[in-house]
C-alpha cells in the first residue's frame, strides 16, 4: 500500500518568514495530492490541493509543488501570520482513498 | 460548517457498552469514510463507503462496525472496546470521482474506561 512520509515534524519559524513542508510518497499510482490544516481542537480543513498533471498551485499566501518523478511534494506558506501556526497534513489519493502524512505542527512565533 | 456532521461531539463508554457514532453529510457527496485520529497514527483510515460498497483497513478489529444506510449517513458501532481505542473519531465525505476532495466532521472524542 502507499506510504507517505511527512517532514518536518515540528517546525517554528518568525512571523513573516517562509515555511515549507515536505512529503514523500511511494505509489507512483498516486495522482491526488491535498493539504489540510488542522486548528487545535478543529477538524481539518483542506487548504490545497493539486493533480497529477500540474506541478504548481499557488493560492495567496500557500503554494504546493509537485514532483511526480521524484515522488514529492511541498507546502510553501510565505510571509507567516499568527493564525497559521496549526498541524498541517500532507496526503496522496489515487481509487478511493486518501492516505495522510503523519503531520507538522507549524508555530509562528512573534 | 463543512456540512459533515458528527454525533456526538464527546463520548465516554466502559469497556462493556455498546454505542454507535453518527455522521451525516449536506453536500451532495458519494463517498464517507471513518479516520481514526491519534497520537501514534495521526488520521489513519478506517472504513470507506463509495457507491454503496464497502472499503476496508483490514487491520481495524472487528469491535468496529460500520454501516452506511445511504449516501448521506454513515454510522459505527462500537462494542466491547479497549482503552487504546481512546482516541479521535473523524467522518468524512466526498464525491466518487478524482478530485476526491475529502470535507471532515468535527469529530467525536471517545474515551473508553
Known amino acids: 500500500g502507499e506510504n507517505v512520509e511527512q517532514h518536518p515534524s515540528t517546525l517554528s519559524v518568525q512571523e513573516g518568514d517562509s515555511a515549507v513542508i515536505k512529503c514523500t510518497y511511494s505509489?507512483?499510482?498516486?495522482?491526488?495530492f491535498p493539504w489540510y490544516k488542522q486548528e487545535l481542537g478543529k477538524r481539518p480543513q483542506l487548504i490545497i490541493d493539486?493533480?497529477?498533471?500540474?506541478g504548481e498551485k499557488k493560492d495567496q499566501r500557500i503554494a504546493v509543488t509537485l514532483n511526480k518523478t521524484a515522488k514529492h511534494f511541498s507546502l510553501h506558506i510565505t510571509e507567516t501570520q499568527p493564525e497559521d501556526s496549526a498541524v498541517y497534513f500532507c496526503?496522496?489519493?489515487?481509487?478511493?482513498?486518501?492516505?495522510f502524512g503523519t503531520g507538522t505542527q507549524l508555530k509562528v512565533e512573534l | 460548517e463543512t456540512g459533515v456532521t458528527q454525533t456526538p461531539r464527546h463520548l465516554v463508554m466502559g469497556m462493556t457498552n455498546k454505542k454507535s457514532l453518527k455522521c451525516e453529510q449536506h453536500?451532495?457527496?458519494?463517498?464517507m469514510y471513518w479516520y481514526k485520529q491519534s497520537a501514534k497514527k495521526p488520521l489513519e483510515l478506517m472504513f470507506v463507503?463509495?457507491?454503496?460498497?464497502?472499503?476496508e483497513n483490514n487491520s481495524v478489529p472487528s469491535r468496529f462496525s460500520p454501516e452506511c444506510p445511504n449516501s448521506s449517513h454513515l454510522f459505527l458501532h462500537l462494542h466491547t472496546l479497549q482503552p487504546e481505542d481512546s482516541a479521535l473519531y473523524l467522518c468524512?465525505?466526498?464525491?466518487?470521482?478524482?478530485?476526491?476532495?475529502?470535507?471532515f466532521g468535527q469529530g467525536t472524542r471517545l474515551t473508553v474506561v
Open positions: 468524512a465525505s466526498s464525491q466518487d470521482r478524482a478530485p476526491r476532495r475529502a470535507f
Open positions: 505509489d507512483s499510482a498516486s495522482n491526488y
Open positions: 493539486i493533480r497529477s498533471n500540474v
Open positions: 496526503a496522496t489519493g489515487g481509487g478511493n482513498k486518501l492516505t
Open positions: 453536500l451532495g457527496h458519494n463517498a
Open positions: 463507503y463509495s457507491l454503496e460498497e464497502r472499503v
